[in-house]
């Protein structure tokens, strides 16, 4: 801090509590701050929503929808961000297991959001004593946040005139809130950008310290716009700081069933990663050659899956640029899996910085995908940059590149010109436009105010404003719900339509990831096969944000002979390691859980979402309706790039006579089926889960689950025909 | 005709399961072969013939997203 900023820290508050116990891994209480009211509570969990909603991402959602009522917008007061923990949360037996999952109401979509972020807070918050941090109302000023785990006390500081960026702030509250070089290991900081403070599409970073490198490093909280909330309530910061982590910190009931589930899970990455996914080697980017090859790479906006110059953003590029000599890193104690990867030393071409050799964590996939093949700049130097700005700004890189990609295709449609962008060429694969528009949203300035605001609020001002025409813009911007889509090409992929398109948030993979079962594999055939995929793997998704546990663990290392021992699905589910996670869950907590019983834990607070959906005014069918880019060929220009398949799918599955058809006429038959196969998706999909022709949850259904509470009664019933 | 992951596919003479990974363009390094229900090991795919008729498993180990 400088000397200045230090004489403008006030001190608002402080509160002094018991230091934590930790019993079969819950601390049953939440802390909560309101920040107008200078106020901090203990609370309690009850003991029904323990019962109910398992942890984690459940409580988040349960007391968020509690908090605020159908008229609360993101920006209201009355909103909360919630940082939750999970039962399993902090186990240094397994890897995956340093999750934080974060609940908020989300300015892209207006309803309740979930994000899932690496780091250590999870962890030290609850061995601090808390399951959940709940935070309400909003500061005047800036204000850092700090709770001390071992010494039980919570400050709230003032600390006006502070720039929120990220990248130098995370260092400097290192410094100042460590007491020396080891001591940083025992902090974790959430800090955000200018870029959420001025767009919808605000992250949050969440930081662990790398002893190797003696860095702070940061993972994201990412989607739907939780760090624009975050700002908006003028945080700049929450410290949190804990000291004294081992393997008995759960106190878990039996830490055999820990250690036996460990111990697998380790020997199987110590031995096939390497001939698996990499993850310790590049971790998820390594997906950008396999996308590539199997036409699931968005390119110049999901037009196209592949692209010839994609070679320059491949896998082995990101092997020579990633500054490791060993496996990677692990964002949380014990995780063998260690995906986490950086470019040290990285110098910034532009922007603030421009000229600073900074240390850039990642790219994963997503940005290396997003920047890269969908905004048609396939240079490593950019993707690094772009990756490097939107962290710091705390933007994200999803959000960013999907609307810069809808953007750029305006811009070569003539939908918008240099006029309206105020200069900037927004061609794709216009680089230093790319990084223009990026500091211009961050700021909140000139083309970037209106880029900042996300695809679906884009669309309306182009239609409003310039006369756009609004099919088009409906057909061509890939969001749904209001979030925009993150990096697959879904075209032939039915399931992952689905997948993105009955997401509660939105369209993010982290609910379902089918392309390949189904598109490749063909495991999936038939609409019953596909909503039993849909069903069952956003269920078993949920569920890792119910206990605090990373989906890697589970599928991007398998056992060996799992595909010879088990088939189809089944081999998909990748049965011991659902095993570990029954182990996991009896290990820590003493209830013994089947795989079964896992997934009505998650069916509960799934349902829960949805119905959270219905009452912020969303969550019907009209709402799980996506572009038709995410469907089939929306352009000409997109159908003959793939003529041969699409003419082959009209003639044999059709039954429709291609000769002397014109290109427009194939698009719009393809069309008109391809949407029906939608449409019937859906229902399979909703009949699956027990919901209503129009996607709502039975009110059988919702008393099955037992979690027929009197508002969710009373909520549901107006939509029961 | 064989099948290919349940697709209809021409078959041609000579055709051995290396070669028909790479005319299906199936690059991903882990992939699991099965001609018939039998499981064939990666080191047979070059002798391996694929006959008139055969039903052919290529199934990919892509975890994703």
Same mark, same amino acid.
């Given at each position: 801090? +400088?000397?200045?900023?230090? $004489?403008?820290?006030?001190?608002?508050?402080?509160?002094?509590?018991?230091?934590?116990?930790?019993?079969?891994?819950?601390?049953?209480?939440?802390?909560?701050?309101?920040?107008?009211?200078?106020?901090?509570?203990?609370?309690?969990?009850?003991?029904?929503?323990?019962?109910?909603? *398992?942890?984690?991402?459940?409580?988040?959602?349960?007391?968020?929808?509690?908090?605020?009522?159908?008229?609360?917008?993101?920006?209201?007061?009355?909103?909360?961000?919630?940082?939750?923990?999970?039962?399993?949360?902090?186990?240094?037996?397994?890897?995956?297991?340093?999750?934080?999952?974060?609940?908020?109401?989300?300015?892209?979509?207006?309803?309740?959001?979930?994000?899932?972020?690496?780091?250590?807070?999870?962890?030290?918050?609850?061995?601090?004593?808390?399951?959940?941090?709940?935070?309400?109302?909003?500061?005047?000023?800036?204000?850092?946040?700090?709770?001390?785990?071992?010494?039980?006390?919570?400050?709230?500081?003032?600390?006006?005139?502070?720039?929120?960026?990220?990248?130098?702030?995370?260092?400097?509250?290192?410094?100042?809130?460590?007491? $020396?070089?080891?001591?940083?290991?025992?902090?974790?900081?959430?800090?955000?950008?200018?870029?959420?403070?001025?767009?919808?599409?605000?992250?949050?970073?969440?930081?662990?310290?790398?002893?190797?490198?003696?860095?702070?490093?940061?993972?994201?909280?990412?989607?739907?716009?939780?760090?624009?909330?975050?700002?908006?309530?003028?945080?700049?910061?929450?410290?949190?700081?804990?000291?004294?982590?081992?393997?008995?910190?759960?106190?878990?009931?039996?830490?055999?069933?820990?250690?036996?589930?460990?111990?697998?899970?380790?020997?199987?990455?110590?031995?096939?990663?390497?001939?698996?996914?990499?993850?310790?080697?590049?971790?998820?980017?390594?997906?950008?050659?396999?996308?590539?090859?199997?036409?699931?790479?968005?390119?110049?906006?999901?037009?196209?899956?592949?692209?010839?110059?994609?070679?320059?953003?491949?896998?082995?590029?990101?092997?020579?640029?990633?500054?490791?000599?060993?496996?990677?890193?692990?964002?949380?104690?014990?995780?063998?899996?260690?995906?986490?990867?950086?470019?040290?030393?990285?110098?910034?071409?532009?922007?603030?910085?421009?000229?600073?050799?900074?240390?850039?964590?990642?790219?994963?996939?997503?940005?290396?995908?997003?920047?890269?093949?969908?905004?048609?700049?396939?240079?490593?130097?950019?993707?690094?940059?772009?990756?490097?700005?939107?962290?710091?700004?705390?933007? $994200?890189?999803?959000?960013?590149? *999907?609307?810069?990609?809808?953007?750029?295709?305006?811009?070569?449609?003539?939908?918008?010109?240099?006029?309206?962008?105020?200069?900037?060429?927004?061609?794709?694969?216009?680089?230093?436009?790319?990084?223009?528009?990026?500091?211009?949203?961050?700021?909140?300035?000139?083309?970037?105010?209106?880029?900042?605001?996300?695809?679906?609020?884009?669309?309306?001002?182009?239609?409003?404003?310039?006369?756009?025409?609004?099919?088009?813009?409906? $057909?061509?911007?890939?969001?749904?719900?209001?979030?925009?889509?993150?990096?697959?090409?879904?075209?032939?992929?039915?399931?992952?339509?689905?997948?993105?398109?009955?997401?509660?948030?939105?369209?993010?993979?982290?609910?379902?990831?089918?392309?390949?079962?189904?598109?490749?594999?063909?495991?999936?055939?038939?609409?019953?096969?596909?909503?039993?995929?849909?069903?069952?793997?956003?269920?078993?998704?949920?569920?890792?944000?119910?206990?605090?546990?990373?989906?890697?663990?589970?599928?991007?290392?398998?056992?060996?002979?799992?595909?010879?021992?088990?088939?189809?699905?089944?081999?998909?589910?990748?049965? #011991?390691?659902?095993?570990?996670?029954?182990?996991?869950? #009896?290990?820590?907590?003493?209830?013994?859980?089947?795989?079964?019983?896992?997934?009505?834990? +998650?069916?509960?607070?799934?349902?829960?979402?949805?119905?959270?959906?219905?009452?912020?005014?969303?969550?019907?069918?009209?709402?799980?309706?996506?572009?038709?880019?995410?469907?089939?060929?929306?352009?000409?220009?997109?159908?003959?790039?793939?003529?041969?398949?699409?003419?082959?799918?009209?003639?044999?599955?059709?039954?429709?006579?291609?000769?002397?058809?014109?290109?427009?006429?194939?698009?719009? *038959?393809?069309?008109?089926?391809?949407?029906?196969?939608?449409?019937?998706?859906?229902?399979?999909?909703?009949?699956?889960?027990?919901?209503?022709?129009?996607?709502?949850?039975?009110?059988?259904?919702?008393?099955?689950?037992?979690?027929?509470?009197?508002?969710?009664?009373?909520?549901?019933?107006?939509?029961? +025909? | 005709?064989?099948?290919?992951?349940?697709?209809?596919?021409?078959?041609?003479?000579?055709?051995?399961?290396?070669?028909?990974?790479?005319?299906?363009?199936?690059?991903?390094?882990?992939?699991?072969?099965?001609?018939?229900?039998?499981?064939?090991?990666?080191?047979?795919?070059?002798?391996?013939?694929?006959?008139?008729?055969?039903?052919?498993?290529?199934?990919?180990?892509?975890?994703?997203?």
């Amino acid at each position: 801090m +400088s000397k200045e900023n230090k $004489d403008n820290q006030k001190l608002l508050t402080s509160f002094e509590f018991e230091p934590g116990k930790v019993e079969k891994g819950y601390t049953d209480r939440r802390l909560y701050i309101n920040l107008s009211e200078n106020k901090i509570e203990e609370k309690p969990i009850d003991l029904e929503a323990k019962e109910t909603f *398992t942890g984690g991402r459940g409580y988040g959602i349960w007391y968020l929808w509690n908090a605020v009522s159908s008229n609360t917008k993101w920006n209201d007061p009355e909103n909360e961000i919630i940082f939750c923990t999970g039962p399993i949360c902090g186990v240094t037996q397994y890897s995956g297991t340093g999750k934080t999952h974060v609940v908020t109401l989300s300015p892209e979509t207006g309803t309740v959001n979930d994000n899932n972020v690496g780091g250590y807070l999870a962890p030290f918050l609850k061995f601090s004593g808390w399951d959940l941090l709940e935070i309400q109302d909003k500061a005047k000023e800036d204000v850092i946040i700090f709770i001390d785990g071992n010494k039980g006390k919570v400050v709230i500081e003032e600390v006006p005139g502070i720039n929120s960026d990220t990248y130098l702030l995370i260092e400097k509250l290192t410094e100042k809130y460590a007491d $020396d070089e080891k001591d940083k290991r025992n902090l974790s900081i959430v800090s955000s950008g200018r870029g959420a403070e001025n767009t919808n599409l605000g992250i949050l970073n969440v930081t662990w310290y790398d002893v190797r490198r003696k860095k702070v490093r940061i993972k994201q909280a990412g989607r739907g716009g939780t760090g624009s909330v975050f700002r908006d309530k003028k945080i700049l910061a929450i410290v949190t700081k804990y000291s004294g982590v081992n393997a008995g910190s759960n106190n878990a009931a039996y830490p055999e069933l820990l250690k036996k589930a460990g111990q697998r899970l380790t020997k199987e990455i110590s031995k096939l990663d390497h001939i698996q996914n990499g993850m310790r080697e590049t971790g998820t980017v390594n997906l950008l050659d396999h996308m590539q090859n199997y036409n699931c790479l968005p390119v110049h906006n999901f037009k196209f899956g592949s692209h010839p110059d994609a070679f320059k953003i491949e896998n082995k590029i990101w092997h020579q640029r990633m500054t490791q000599n060993q496996a990677g890193d692990s964002c949380w104690m014990g995780c063998a899996m260690r995906c986490a990867h950086a470019v040290d030393g990285f110098e910034l071409s532009t922007g603030p910085l421009k000229g600073e050799k900074v240390l850039v964590d990642g790219p994963e996939y997503e940005t290396t995908a997003g920047f890269g093949g969908n905004c048609g700049c396939f240079d490593p130097d950019f993707v690094l940059e772009a990756n490097f700005y939107c962290d710091n700004y705390g933007m $994200d890189t999803i959000g960013v590149s *999907t609307t810069m990609a809808f953007l750029m295709e305006c811009y070569e449609n003539n939908i918008i010109n240099k006029e309206i962008t105020e200069g900037l060429e927004l061609n794709f694969g216009n680089i230093k436009a790319a990084l223009e528009l990026i500091h211009q949203m961050a700021e909140g300035k000139g083309f970037g105010k209106i880029a900042g605001l996300g695809i679906r609020q884009i669309k309306k001002i182009l239609v409003e404003k310039y006369g756009a025409d609004a099919e088009f813009l409906q $057909d061509i911007g890939m969001e749904c719900k209001g979030m925009e889509f993150s990096e697959y090409v879904t075209k032939e992929s039915l399931a992952q339509q689905g997948g993105y398109g009955m997401a509660n948030k939105g369209p993010q993979h982290d609910e379902n990831w089918l392309i390949f079962m189904d598109q490749v594999n063909n495991q999936i055939p038939t609409f019953e096969d596909k909503a039993a995929a849909i069903r069952y793997f956003s269920l078993f998704r949920t569920w890792f944000s119910l206990v605090g546990l990373c989906k890697l663990p589970w599928n991007d290392i398998e056992p060996e002979d799992n595909k010879q021992k088990y088939h189809g699905m089944e081999a998909a589910k990748v049965p #011991e390691h659902l095993e570990n996670y029954c182990w996991l869950f #009896e290990g820590v907590t003493g209830k013994q859980l089947t795989p079964e019983e896992l997934i009505l834990q +998650s069916e509960r607070v799934h349902n829960l979402q949805r119905i959270f959906n219905l009452k912020m005014g969303f969550g019907t069918r009209e709402h799980d309706i996506i572009p038709y880019r995410a469907v089939g060929p929306v352009t000409a220009e997109e159908y003959e790039s793939r003529r041969e398949l699409y003419d082959q799918q009209l003639q044999e599955i059709v039954n429709f006579d291609i000769k002397d058809k014109t290109t427009e006429e194939k698009i719009k *038959t393809l069309r008109d089926y391809r949407e029906e196969q939608y449409q019937k998706l859906c229902d399979a999909v909703y009949e699956r889960r027990g919901w209503s022709s129009n996607g709502v949850p039975t009110l059988e259904n919702i008393i099955k689950l037992k979690i027929d509470f009197p508002e969710i009664l009373e909520l549901v019933k107006k939509y029961q +025909s | 005709m064989i099948k290919v992951n349940g697709r209809d596919r021409e078959w041609e003479k000579n055709l051995t399961v290396d070669l028909l990974l790479k005319k299906c363009k199936y690059s991903f390094p882990l992939i699991m072969v099965k001609v018939n229900g039998k499981y064939i090991p990666k080191e047979k795919y070059q002798n391996t013939l694929i006959m008139d008729g055969d039903d052919v498993q290529v199934i990919h180990s892509i975890a994703g997203g």
